[in-house]
Every structure is written in C-alpha cells, then in structure tokens.
C-alpha cells in the first residue's frame, strides 16, 4: 500500500506528539532528533496531517475499546478525513478505518 503510487500516504503530527511524549518517559531512546523524523516522512513521499478542531471534536465519538488518547485521535483524523490507517495494533484493527499493516 505503501509502494502503490495511486495511494496518499499521510502521517499525523499525532504519532510524532506520540513519539515524543513517549521517548521523553524513556519508553524507547530515538536514534536521531525528531525534526529528523518530521524530514525523514517528508522525504519518502509522506504528507504530514496536522491536528485540526475538527479532528479534536471527532474524538468524541470515536467507539475505542480502550482510551489511548493518541490512537482514538488518528480514528477521528482518518474519519473526518476519510482516510485508512495503516496498523498492526490488534485493537486498532476492529476499527472500520483501520487496515492491517
């Protein structure tokens, strides 16, 4: 899906407010600066999907199992925007948005 050069490929500014939060935990050590990530995605083709009102909005009715804050946003983003979520996550697969990775 990646490779297929009739998709858009996004990546939300959720998962780099993500990997941020969570490398400033400790959870994982980054290899590299994150406005390398930001550069990197821009790089190989990605557009980058800023958080609007609306997304933040959708977050209300978003039906998530468990309450990842970060995970029940990119449902909003890919609803409001009509995308798909590329995911191994087990959860996020029962979404109707969500396709496995």
Known sequence: MLA???NECWVSSASLWEIAI???LGKFELGQPL???ENAAISAGF???DIT???AAAVHDVALR???PFDRLLLAQC???TLRLLTADKVLLKQAV???R
Do not use: F, K
Request: net charge negative.
């Open 22 to 24: 969570e490398s400033a």
């Open 53 to 55: 009102w609306r997304h």
């Open 4 to 6: 297929d050069p009739d």
């Open 98 to 100: 969500a396709v496995r």
């Open 66 to 68: 468990h309450g990842d």
């Open 35 to 37: 406005a390398a990530i």
């Open 79 to 81: 609803e409001v925007e």
């Open 47 to 49: 557009r980058t999907l």
